[in-house]
């Protein structure tokens, strides 16, 4: 576990699954099984802020669907 005081110099990338959920992932590791890349990558802070501004609707792709 990395100590807070210390910098997060890490890339991460924006991940994104088949019902439209996204997560953040280090960029040197392969997808989650089902997760394909969502075409943003940078500082955790970055990452976490396009997943604000584009993930809008909380639920899964299929209930929404249904609604």
Do not use: F, H
Request: proline share 3%; aromatic share 8%.
């Amino acid at each position: 576990m990395q100590n807070q005081d210390q910098e997060d110099t890490n890339i991460y990338k924006v991940v994104v699954n088949q019902e439209e959920q996204y997560s953040l992932w280090l960029a040197q590791r392969e997808n989650p099984l089902g997760w394909q890349d969502a075409g943003k990558s940078g500082s955790k802070a970055e990452c976490l802020a396009y997943i604000k501004e584009v993930w809008t609707d909380m639920r899964p792709l299929s209930l929404r669907q249904l609604i």
